[in-house]
């Protein structure tokens, strides 16, 4: 070395991630190879329906429950029924994680709130959420109330716990250039406690999402007259297998859509990272 | 600028990290300080900087007696720290707080030569273009006081030379009063017009070595060997004078290392 750099050439720097996953050699997008296995299964099966392998009474064949879903689609109920529960995760998730991230985070900041919240709420975190149904049925009635609370009570956990983790887990050194520069309680949880914990957070706000869900199908088997727990229901009193796959797909496909579309807003704000991004297969 | 009169700082663990230091730096003076790791050099450092606050004995800064971080004393530690979330140019304008920053930010980032990096994120940054933001982060308010607390120790040889240079660049834009922790000799001597020794269980001045050579000083130069000669023998005694290096943790020190005060 001759000379020593006081500017490195740009070439030096990081690519980013911001090249589009593909595999290196084929060109093939990710996207297509996670689509190989769930394809040649629904093939496999609407095979053996087909060649009488598979009870169709039982076990109906993708194109019945694809018949089934489209019915419901023409008359517009399936909608009604998605739009009902689509609803009551929403706000049922809007409430728990709010609640989870004003207690999450006054706990991971002061350690006097910590020790007053954290035991209680850790001994309540040990009861099956569902096992407070009756209660709250009883206290809610049997309608969108004790509905909505189930699904809030079931978001707050993971929200609550992950933020509360995860500001108590931010690197003491960061901080310690907040204290340098004097910034005030309020300023550290703006500056650097809550960016510094928004990647976790935003993991838990998914897990609360997750549970949301899983929430929504307990209170809606719990007497609702809409909503796609209630198709499920209907199926099994009816007797139509084909309803209740339907729902179960449509469920399916709600619950992926609301995380892919939390996990992209995320992404967008955690772009910052440095952590490890795994390579596409080869 | 910077006066430690008989300070002493004993942890909660019981350790007694630095007994008895006096030491003065005037103002606009490069001070730097050496000794083996484990002597409480950086201790001395986060209580002027105001990040802890001595046991006993008195801390000040520009007269005034240190009770908390403050504005006038700007700190690089030996790790970046910068908020990874934020680009350069928002982590060197971390400090400043609703006042114009667009100027001071690209002056600072000039002075270390980042100017074109300005939105670059910090996984993007080489170690050392990192520690330069930082450096650029402590300078943009212009404190009078500077304190390094082994700013260059994780950088390969190149780039710590560079940086050192950079150092005396910025030194020379509006002459702070800097104190240097390092355990590098050549570094010590490079920098500073005053050399301390730190050593012994607990840490305490054992020597002080004025060093006046010319800048730029040349490290092949019969002068500097000299000074290095010296830095060395010192520091070999203060080495030696260490009784026990290691204690068992939690344990309160034993008679050799009792605080005096």
Same mark, same amino acid.
């Given at each position: 070395? *001759?000379?020593?750099?006081? &500017?490195?050439?740009?070439?030096?720097?990081?690519?980013?991630?911001?090249?589009?996953?593909?595999?290196?050699?084929?060109?093939?997008?990710?996207?297509?190879?996670?689509?190989?296995?769930?394809?040649?299964?629904?093939?496999?099966?609407?095979?053996?329906?087909?060649?009488?392998?598979?009870?169709?009474?039982?076990?109906?064949?993708?194109?019945?429950?694809?018949?089934?879903?489209?019915?419901?689609?023409?008359?517009?109920?399936?909608?009604?029924?998605?739009?009902?529960?689509?609803?009551? &995760?929403?706000?049922?998730?809007?409430?728990?994680?709010?609640?989870?991230?004003?207690?999450?985070?006054?706990?991971?900041?002061?350690?006097?709130?910590?020790?007053?919240?954290?035991?209680?709420?850790?001994?309540?975190?040990?009861?099956?959420?569902?096992?407070?149904?009756?209660?709250?049925?009883?206290?809610?009635?049997?309608?969108?109330?004790?509905?909505?609370?189930?699904?809030?009570?079931?978001?707050?956990?993971?929200?609550?716990?992950?933020?509360?983790?995860?500001?108590?887990?931010?690197?003491?050194?960061?901080?310690?250039?907040?204290?340098?520069?004097?910034?005030?309680?309020?300023?550290?949880?703006?500056?650097?406690?809550?960016?510094?914990?928004?990647?976790?957070?935003?993991?838990?706000?998914?897990?609360?999402?997750?549970?949301?869900?899983?929430?929504?199908?307990?209170?809606?088997?719990?007497?609702?007259?809409?909503?796609?727990?209630?198709?499920?229901?209907?199926?099994?009193? *009816?007797?139509?297998?084909?309803?209740?796959?339907?729902?179960?797909?449509?469920?399916?496909?709600?619950?992926?859509?609301?995380?892919?579309?939390?996990?992209?807003?995320?992404?967008?704000?955690?772009?910052?990272?440095?952590?490890?991004?795994?390579?596409?297969?080869? | 600028?910077?006066?430690?009169?008989?300070?002493?700082?004993?942890?909660?663990?019981?350790?007694?990290?630095?007994?008895?230091?006096?030491?003065?730096?005037?103002?606009?003076?490069?001070?730097?300080?050496?000794?083996?790791?484990?002597?409480? /050099?950086?201790?001395?450092?986060?209580?002027?900087?105001?990040?802890?606050?001595?046991?006993?004995?008195?801390?000040?800064?520009?007269?005034?007696?240190?009770?908390?971080?403050?504005?006038?004393?700007?700190?690089?530690?030996?790790?970046?720290?910068?908020?990874?979330?934020?680009?350069?140019?928002?982590?060197?304008?971390?400090?400043?707080?609703?006042?114009?920053?667009?100027?001071?930010?690209?002056?600072?980032?000039?002075?270390?030569?980042?100017?074109?990096?300005?939105?670059?994120?910090? /996984?993007?940054?080489?170690?050392?273009?990192?520690?330069?933001?930082?450096?650029?982060?402590?300078?943009?308010? /212009?404190?009078?006081?500077?304190?390094?607390?082994?700013?260059?120790?994780?950088?390969?040889?190149?780039?710590?030379?560079?940086?050192?240079?950079?150092?005396?660049?910025?030194?020379?834009?509006?002459?702070?009063?800097?104190?240097?922790?390092?355990?590098?000799?050549?570094?010590?001597?490079?920098?500073?017009?005053?050399?301390?020794? @730190?050593?012994?269980?607990?840490?305490?001045?054992?020597?002080?070595?004025?060093?006046?050579?010319?800048?730029?000083?040349?490290?092949?130069?019969?002068?500097?060997?000299? @000074?290095?000669?010296?830095?060395?023998?010192?520091?070999?005694?203060?080495?030696?004078?260490?009784?026990?290096?290691?204690?068992?943790?939690?344990?309160?020190?034993?008679?050799?290392?009792?605080?005096?005060?």
């Amino acid at each position: 070395m *001759t000379q020593t750099t006081t &500017v490195e050439p740009r070439d030096q720097l990081d690519p980013g991630a911001s090249a589009p996953e593909r595999n290196g050699k084929s060109g093939t997008p990710r996207w297509v190879l996670g689509l190989i296995v769930p394809v040649v299964a629904v093939a496999l099966w609407e095979a053996g329906a087909r060649a009488g392998l598979v009870s169709t009474r039982l076990m109906p064949a993708p194109s019945d429950i694809a018949d089934t879903l489209a019915g419901l689609a023409a008359d517009g109920v399936l909608f009604e029924h998605m739009g009902s529960t689509t609803a009551r &995760v929403l706000v049922g998730f809007v409430i728990g994680a709010t609640v989870g991230t004003v207690l999450g985070a006054v706990t991971g900041v002061s350690p006097r709130f910590r020790a007053l919240f954290d035991p209680t709420l850790q001994a309540l975190r040990n009861i099956p959420s569902i096992a407070w149904t009756p209660l709250f049925i009883l206290w809610f009635g049997i309608f969108e109330t004790s509905k909505i609370l189930m699904i809030a009570l079931g978001v707050f956990f993971p929200v609550y716990l992950t933020l509360s983790g995860a500001i108590g887990s931010v690197d003491r050194r960061l901080v310690e250039v907040g204290r340098v520069y004097g910034l005030r309680p309020t300023a550290l949880v703006g500056r650097i406690l809550f960016p510094a914990s928004l990647p976790t957070y935003l993991i838990g706000l998914r897990n609360g999402l997750g549970l949301g869900w899983m929430f929504v199908v307990a209170a809606e088997f719990l007497g609702a007259s809409q909503g796609l727990g209630y198709l499920l229901v209907d199926g099994q009193q *009816t007797g139509r297998p084909a309803l209740i796959v339907a729902s179960i797909v449509m469920f399916a496909v709600l619950g992926k859509l609301s995380d892919r579309l939390l996990a992209w807003s995320g992404n967008r704000l955690t772009g910052w990272q440095d952590g490890f991004t795994p390579k596409a297969p080869a | 600028m910077i006066r430690l009169s008989v300070v002493s700082k004993r942890f909660a663990t019981g350790l007694l990290a630095v007994s008895g230091v006096d030491l003065t730096v005037e103002a606009s003076e490069i001070v730097a300080v050496i000794g083996p790791s484990g002597c409480g /050099k950086s201790t001395v450092l986060r209580l002027i900087a105001g990040l802890d606050s001595p046991t006993s004995g008195g801390v000040h800064v520009a007269g005034r007696h240190v009770e908390g971080p403050s504005r006038s004393v700007g700190v690089v530690f030996q790790e970046p720290r910068l908020m990874p979330w934020l680009s350069v140019e928002r982590n060197v304008s971390f400090g400043l707080h609703g006042e114009e920053t667009a100027g001071p930010v690209a002056e600072a980032l000039a002075r270390v030569g980042l100017e074109d990096f300005a939105d670059a994120l910090p /996984k993007e940054l080489s170690g050392g273009m990192a520690q330069r933001t930082a450096i650029a982060r402590a300078l943009v308010t /212009k404190p009078p006081v500077l304190l390094l607390d082994e700013p260059f120790s994780s950088l390969d040889a190149f780039t710590r030379i560079d940086l050192q240079e950079h150092l005396l660049e910025v030194w020379g834009w509006y002459r702070p009063t800097m104190f240097l922790v390092t355990h590098d000799i050549d570094e010590a001597l490079v920098l500073a017009d005053r050399v301390v020794v @730190f050593g012994g269980q607990p840490g305490t001045v054992e020597a002080e070595i004025t060093v006046d050579l010319p800048r730029p000083r040349d490290r092949t130069d019969l002068a500097f060997h000299a @000074f290095q000669d010296r830095a060395m023998k010192e520091l070999g005694r203060s080495s030696r004078d260490r009784p026990d290096r290691v204690r068992p943790p939690g344990r309160p020190p034993g008679p050799p290392t009792r605080d005096p005060g």
